[in-house]
């Protein structure tokens, strides 16, 4: 189980890119998808403006996502916009496996945002859970690690 804490933070997600985000997710139903988040990030807040898509090349969509390679690394090339990314749990709640957390080392120093999508009971619809990625350089003398954390934080669509 992991621990989660929360942040008092805005996140604010582009109505536009939120659509497109649903969409996407519900269209790869029963398999994971992914893609990045796009934006802004200033003292208070994160503003996401714009969904990508990237396809989802693991070995096992139906649990687990891995980004295409040159999908992804084009994003990677270009960091000025790149905020955030997400992908989705199909068969569970939106919150952060121990392997997304084992991840972030590969990538986390990039993003400041990750979001996970799920479907709703009746699954017709999808719900966004919305993290801020902490830095292990960001952490207090007191509590030094080298993992990353993950923040939940109040996500508003604009
Ligand atoms: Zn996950």
Not at 24 to 53: K, M, N, Y
């Amino acid at each position: 189980m992991t621990k989660l804490l929360v942040s008092d933070e805005e996140m604010l997600l582009h109505a536009a890119a939120a659509r497109e985000l649903v969409a996407h997710t519900l269209l790869h139903l029963p398999h994971e998808s992914c893609g990045v988040l796009l934006g802004t990030t200033t003292a208070g807040s994160i503003r996401i403006e714009q969904f990508q898509p990237i396809r989802n090349v693991a070995p096992d969509p139906l649990h687990a996502f891995m980004f295409h390679p040159e999908e992804w690394v084009k994003f990677c090339l270009q960091p000025e916009r790149l905020v955030g990314i997400v992908h989705s749990h199909p068969h569970s709640q939106p919150i952060p496996s121990q392997d997304d957390l084992t991840k972030l080392s590969g990538y986390g120093q990039l993003l400041d945002a990750y979001l996970i999508c799920s479907p709703n009971q009746s699954g017709n619809s999808i719900i966004i859970h919305s993290y801020r990625i902490i830095h292990p350089t960001s952490h207090s003398k007191a509590e030094i690690t080298d993992r990353y954390r993950l923040l939940r934080t109040q996500l508003t669509v604009t």
